[in-house]
Nanobody, 125 residues
Framework: QVQLVESGGGLVQAGGSLRLSCAAS????????MGWFRQAPGKEREFVSA????????YYADFVKGRFTISRDNAKNTVSLQMNNLNLEDTAVYYC??????????????????WGQGTQVTVSS
C-alpha cells in the first residue's frame, strides 16, 4: 500500500554534504516510523538512522553520530537525511524504509514493511 521513493543521491567529494529525501505515498504515513539503511558492495544492508512517527525520537548508528541528521515532515509526506562530513566509507545505496509497527527495534531491518528502490551515494577522494 505504501510506496517510498528516495532521491538526492549522487557524487560528492569527501568532507562534503548531501541531503537525501524520501517521498511517501499512503493514507497512514504519519503513523509509520521511518528508517534509513545503506548497502555497500559485498556488504549486508546496515542501519543508518530512524525516526518515530511523531518525530520525537531519533536513532543513529554509531558511525554517523554527529554527522547525519534525520527529520520528517508529515504534512509533506517526506523524511530526510542530512549527511555532512561524508567519507569514503559512506559510499553505498541508501534505502528508505517504513513500518507501521510500534514498540519494535527500529535499528533492525527486519521490522520494516516497506522499502524504497534506493539511491546511490558515491563519495570520492
Amino acid at each position: 500500500q505504501v510506496q517510498l521513493v528516495e532521491s538526492g543521491g549522487g557524487l560528492v567529494q569527501a568532507g562534503g554534504s548531501l541531503r537525501l529525501s524520501c517521498a511517501a505515498s499512503g493514507r497512514t504515513f504519519s503513523r509509520y516510523a521511518m528508517g534509513w539503511f545503506r548497502q555497500a558492495p559485498g556488504k549486508e544492508r546496515e542501519f543508518v538512522s530512524a525516526i518515530t512517527w511523531s518525530g520525537s525520537n531519533t536513532y543513529y548508528a554509531d558511525f554517523v553520530k554527529g554527522r547525519f541528521t534525520i527529520s520528517r515532515d508529515n504534512a509533506k509526506n517526506t523524511v530526510s537525511l542530512q549527511m555532512n562530513n561524508l567519507n569514503l566509507e559512506d559510499t553505498a545505496v541508501y534505502y528508505c524504509a517504513g513500518t507501521a509497527s510500534s514498540g519494535v527495534p527500529l535499528r533492525s531491518r527486519y521490522v520494516y514493511d516497506y522499502w524504497g528502490q534506493g539511491t546511490q551515494v558515491t563519495v570520492s577522494s
